[in-house]
């Protein structure tokens, strides 16, 4: 593609935006279809309306875009620069209530090619070895965690109050308090670990099980921390439809999820 349209400011300003687009130039705002490829807005914000009309208007492809899953060093909110980008002409990966180019390639793709496996498996022990996650500015040492006696240890992530993979994922505020008493409930005398989510630690956003407090046998872990090397030293994991779900099948830990997200229903 040589020339793609956007009426997203943010997407114009990308400071990588048209590498990792594929495309030569982005052109924010025109007027009119002609010279223009294809058409991008920014996953199922209410603002890409514009765009989506505007190429159904002028027969362009639309594509969806978002942040990859290894996305920066830094944080988004804080306005890091993002290295990698999810695009889909169907749909958006987060979203289970319509396709999507990855639904559609695990359901339809050749996912038995020996090769594939291969690069896949590497791929896989290179993020687990670099201890990569979608953000990578916390501490690589490991979250020392306190000797509690050789007792289980869950771990139940929290995510960003009104992100939208949690609606999009069929999750609603009260699936996490049914995540939070189902820990309690299926593991007795098990430690419960909650993750707090980047964004909220950086005081940019809320959780949802933010207002909690430290008890017995459950604490919060408030402070910055490599998601890889805690996934390491926990037995298993609680998520509504975080990302650190598809990183704790990663690591190999048994994940249970409270809403849908892309990761779940294909027999892991």
């Known amino acids: 593609m040589r020339r793609v349209a956007t009426f997203s400011r943010g997407i114009a300003g990308l400071e990588h935006g048209p590498a990792l687009i594929g495309c030569e130039k982005l052109v924010y705002w025109p007027l009119r279809g002609e010279g223009i490829d294809a058409v991008v807005g920014w996953g199922h914000k209410g603002n890409t309306m514009v765009a989506i009309e505007f190429a159904h208007k002028h027969r362009l492809p ?3 875009l978002e942040d990859g899953f290894l996305r920066s060093v830094g944080l988004g909110v804080e306005g890091d620069t993002a290295l990698s980008m999810v ?24 996912l038995d090619d020996a090769e594939l496996l291969t690069r896949a498996s590497e791929a896989i022990s290179a993020i ?8 990578n500015n916390s501490p690589t040492r490991p ?7 050789g007792r289980r240890r869950v771990l139940v992530v929290d995510q960003t109050a009104g992100d939208l993979s949690v609606a999009c994922g069929l999750g609603r505020r ?44 459950q604490r919060l872990i408030s402070a910055p ?44």
Request: net charge negative; proline share 5%.
């Open 225 to 268: 921390c490599n998601p890889i090397r805690l996934l390491e030293q926990v037995d298993t994991v609680y998520v509504v439809t975080s990302q650190l779900g598809f990183e704790a099948l990663m690591v190999g830990k048994p994940v249970t999820c409270f809403g849908a997200p892309f990761y779940s229903g294909w027999g892991l």
């Open 128 to 135: 687990i070895d670099g201890g990569l996650s979608k953000y």
């Open 143 to 149: 979250e020392t965690l306190r000797d509690n006696g």
């Open 174 to 217: 009260a699936s996490f308090e049914q995540m939070l008493r189902a820990a309690h409930e299926e593991n007795p005398g098990a430690e419960i670990l909650i993750k707090t989510h980047p964004d909220v630690l950086s005081g940019k956003k809320r959780g949802y099980l933010g207002a909690l407090e430290s008890r017995e046998n």
């Open 87 to 110: 695009m889909d002409e169907e749909g958006m990966y987060y979203d289970v209530r319509r396709p999507s180019r990855l639904e559609n390639l695990l359901a339809d793709g050749e």
């Open 62 to 64: 639309y594509f969806r």
